[in-house]
């Protein structure tokens, strides 16, 4: 899934920025996206 989305990524001229594992609070939008669809 990830060569999907990364090959989706560069189709689209967008840049990928990772965050550093164990700090999730470094990316707080994806991090109340990803608790919201758990939830549901």
Known sequence: MFEALLRW????SL???LIDPGKPWRNGMAER???KFCDE
């Open 15 to 17: 840049d990928i920025a």
């Open 33 to 35: 996206f990803n608790s």
């Open 9 to 12: 990524a560069v189709d689209e």
